[in-house]
């Protein structure tokens, strides 16, 4: 799930649900979307509401395993995500500088997650 947006796919100003491939390495300031509203980065900005956050929260909360890759914890509503994994799913949080967690609930592997030495035994 992309909860924050494709960086690489433009969506419509009238109606986000209208995205489209960004051709090339910008996004031109004259290109417009079948409505004929300007186009803008399929992303979520600072400020505006996640749409698939309650997605997310659902997907968190039937977990089996739980695995955090590269992340600051420090952006809600992204990073309150980990509150809705029940408590006995194994939780793996991978990042060379991990956050301070206030649980010891998390199985810690301070490594780039592109390491191939990175193991999860």
């Known amino acids: 799930m992309h909860l924050h947006g ?29 409505l004929g509203s300007p186009l803008r ?15 997310a929260a659902h997907i968190c909360s039937k977990a089996d395993l739980f695995i955090l890759i590269g992340s600051s914890l420090a952006v809600y509503p992204a990073a309150g995500l980990v509150n809705y994994v029940p408590r006995s799913v194994p939780k793996y949080i991978i990042d060379p500088k991990i956050p301070y967690l206030p649980s010891d609930h998390f199985i810690k592997i301070e490594e780039r997650a592109d390491d191939r030495r990175t193991s999860f035994n």
């Open 6 to 34: 494709i960086i690489t796919r433009s969506q419509s100003s009238k109606n986000p649900n209208l995205t489209y491939p960004i051709d090339g390495w910008e996004l031109r300031m004259d290109e417009v979307c079948e």
């Open 41 to 55: 980065a399929h992303v979520v900005w600072f400020g505006e509401a996640v749409p698939m956050i309650e997605e």
